[in-house]
């Protein structure tokens, strides 16, 4: 079993920066990748951002420029650090990860933690 734990969600001003963390625990034996989606009310979920288990990253291009994500491989974590938020930025923000366990690659998704950009 592979759980997915996020944290750092918040209400900040527009402008604003916020780190989000993402842990994986559990029966892992390798993680290909790891990323972040995020999920507007009355909107469905979409792609934010991604890096590789060889460390490309890949941005939606909403928030090229702004966001960056990073990887530390010993600890099964991945972080987003979200500068210049906008209002529209609101949204529960859930991690994935694609993690090889009990022999099987399968995606793993966390609990979602929310993040309110006010203007």
């Known amino acids: 079993q592979v759980q997915l734990v996020e944290s750092g969600g918040g209400l900040v001003q527009a402008g604003g920066s916020l780190r989000l963390s993402c842990a994986a625990s559990?029966?892992?034996?390798?993680?290909?990748?790891m990323g972040w989606y995020r999920q507007a009310p009355g909107k469905q979920r979409e792609f934010v951002a991604w890096?590789?288990?060889?460390?490309?990253?890949n941005y939606a291009d909403s928030v090229k420029g702004r966001f960056t994500i990073s990887r530390d491989n010993a600890k099964n974590t991945v972080y987003l650090q979200m500068n210049s938020l906008k209002p529209e930025d609101t949204a529960v923000y859930y991690c994935?990860?694609?993690?090889?366990?009990?022999?099987?690659?399968?995606?793993?998704w966390g609990q979602g933690t929310q993040v309110t950009v006010s203007s």
């Open positions: 890096s590789t288990g060889g460390g490309l990253t």
């Open positions: 559990g029966s892992i034996f390798s993680i290909n990748g």
């Open positions: 994935n990860g694609r993690v090889s366990s009990a022999g099987a690659l399968q995606s793993y």
